[in-house]
């Protein structure tokens, strides 16, 4: 893969754009940081989201793009989404930190937030798959 120049430096790269990583961007935001959040977009196979106050049992794709959209709408000077996974991290000798996406896009910032949420592991049960984040 050949890797573009890196853009400017920003404040904060966020990995993940679920509720930890769009509430980190929005606190960063609006103190006018400047924020990347890297989102692959992928959904749990829930059908609903829980432990998110005023969201609970809420479908998680509306969450996300409600969320979205108001950060971008209020703070389009510091907020930049890419819809893309991250290929690869690592800290600079400066102390910033680089990161690669999948389309050889780099981005450098000063500090790294990893708010990726958790993976569910499951067992080679026939049907869990079916059932999981369902009926149990």
């Known amino acids: 893969m050949t890797i573009k120049p890196a853009s400017p430096v920003y404040d904060v790269l ?4 679920g509720p930890a990583g769009l509430s980190t961007a929005l606190g960063l935001s609006r103190q006018l940081f400047t924020v990347v959040v890297f989102d692959r977009t ?3 196979p ?3 989201m829980h432990n998110v106050l005023t969201w609970d049992h809420s479908p998680a794709h509306k969450f996300h793009s409600a969320g979205r959209e108001e950060i971008s709408d209020r703070y389009k000077k510091t907020i930049t989404f890419r819809d893309v996974p991250v290929a690869s991290a690592k ?10 996406d999948e389309e050889g896009s780099a981005f450098v ?17 026939p049907g869990y798959d079916n059932l999981w984040g369902k009926s149990m």
């Open 91 to 100: 800290k600079l000798g400066n102390g910033t930190f680089e990161l690669v």
């Open 14 to 17: 966020v990995i993940g754009g």
């Open 46 to 48: 829930a059908p609903h």
């Open 42 to 44: 992928s959904q749990h």
């Open 109 to 125: 910032g000063k500090k790294l937030v990893l708010a990726q949420g958790v993976t569910s592991i499951t067992p080679s049960i």
